[in-house]
């Protein structure tokens, strides 16, 4: 049971450049959420998904778009990278009730560096 | 909207002592409260949840932490820290209403020393 299965796992992007970070969980989970990890600031949502077909903002969606490709994958991305967008970007997933009540699972992180 | 503050941004404790980390929260209702450990490269694991009932509720590791209302505070305690504890935690706010995702605070890097 792999969980929350996240790519890639670091990448490094020059300013502008676009790219898109890709999650799949295998729990039957319906909520899908996107943090990022900054040095000092904890977690932050970016975008999050209460269930397939439903996407909605975070606390720091500038610069990023979602999809919800179907129940499993929730894929981020980013259209023009700026060097304020170099993160540990973390993908959770959480069951009945959602993300408010419930736990989140989360996926090992990607590490992006934007130069 | 919810809110979590952690004051503690890095503590140093030895191996066999025990802990104590804060954790304050800010909401109207009643929240639903975590603690996560993230260890080096790693996502967040969870600890232990708050939902309702006994306010004091028991975690994986020999963890646990206490729900006081009056104080709007959620710390986590251990009575005695092994070596293997040494990682960043991480307390969490949720709520049913609203943005249906948890609010972290900002983290406490712990250290144990041998």
């Known amino acids: 049971n792999a969980g929350v299965t996240q790519t890639p796992k670091f990448q490094v992007l020059k300013t502008g450049q676009s790219m898109t970070l890709q999650c799949a969980q295998d729990?039957?989970?319906?909520?899908m959420y996107w943090y990022r990890q900054d040095p000092g600031m904890g977690l932050r949502l970016i975008y999050y998904?209460?269930?397939?077909?439903?996407?909605d903002k975070g606390e720091v969606p500038n610069g990023y778009n979602v999809s919800r490709l179907n129940k499993r994958e929730f894929s981020l991305r980013l259209e023009s990278a700026a060097p304020s967008q170099t993160s540990v970007y973390f993908c959770?997933?959480?069951?009945?009730?959602?993300?408010?009540?419930?736990?989140?699972?989360f996926g090992n992180g990607t590490r992006l560096t934007v130069t | 909207a919810q809110s979590v503050t952690q004051p503690d941004i890095h503590i140093t404790v030895s191996e066999g002592a025990s802990l104590e980390l804060r954790c304050n929260y800010s909401?109207?209702?009643?929240?639903?409260l975590f603690w996560y450990v993230q260890s080096p490269g790693q996502g967040l694991q969870l600890l232990l949840k708050?939902?309702?009932?006994?306010?004091l509720v028991q975690g994986i590791k020999g963890f646990e932490a206490e729900f006081k209302r009056s104080q709007s505070s959620f710390n986590l305690r251990k009575p005695s820290v092994h070596w293997s504890d040494a990682a960043e935690y991480f307390c969490?706010?949720?709520?049913?209403?609203?943005?249906?995702?948890?609010?972290f605070g900002s983290g406490t890097r712990l250290q144990v020393q041998p």
């Open positions: 959770a997933s959480s069951g009945l009730g959602g993300g408010g009540n419930s736990p989140l699972h």
């Open positions: 729990m039957n989970h319906n909520s």
């Open positions: 998904s209460a269930s397939e077909g439903t996407t």
């Open positions: 909401y109207g209702a009643t929240p639903y």
């Open positions: 708050y939902f309702s009932g006994d306010t």
């Open positions: 969490a706010v949720g709520a049913d209403t609203g943005r249906r995702a948890l609010t």
